[in-house]
């Protein structure tokens, strides 16, 4: 079982930057893909990006079209923390984050339906 938590999200201008954080429990962490969704108010909930493990320490960022450039995903492996930085933010970035974690790593990394393990959400709300 994986538990993930996630912090630092607030309200902030457009323009500003925030970096939200993902604590996750459990052994394999390294290996798994680990994901970030949002999900506006009336909206379904969509893919943001998502760290893909490569191998020994290498992994891979990919992101959604709409936040390519702004945002960044990184790992700490040796504190089990995954990252959200984003920067330039904008009103329509204005959601709960989600991180999730697929243990497989192998299929759609923006299908939600590839990720076993949710984090509760962080609220990201960017005024104009």
């Known amino acids: 079982q994986v538990q993930l938590v996630e912090s630092g999200g607030g309200l902030v201008q457009t323009g500003a930057s925030l970096t939200l954080s993902c604590a996750a429990s459990g052994r394999s962490f390294r290996t798994y893909r680990m994901g970030w969704f949002r999900q506006a108010p009336g909206k379904e909930r969509e893919f943001v990006g998502a760290?893909?493990?490569?191998?020994?320490?290498?992994?891979?960022?990919t992101y959604a079209d709409s936040v390519k450039g702004r945002f960044t995903i990184s790992r700490n492996n040796a504190e089990n923390t995954v990252y959200l930085e984003m920067n330039d933010l904008k009103p329509e970035d204005t959601a709960v984050y989600y991180c999730?974690?697929?243990?497989?790593?192998?299929?759609?990394?923006?299908?939600?339906?590839?990720?076993?393990?949710w984090g509760q959400g962080t609220q990201v709300t960017v005024s104009s």
């Open positions: 760290s893909n493990w490569r191998g020994g320490v290498a992994y891979t960022g």
């Open positions: 999730a974690a697929d243990p497989r790593g192998d299929s759609d990394y923006a299908s939600e339906a590839e990720y076993d393990y």
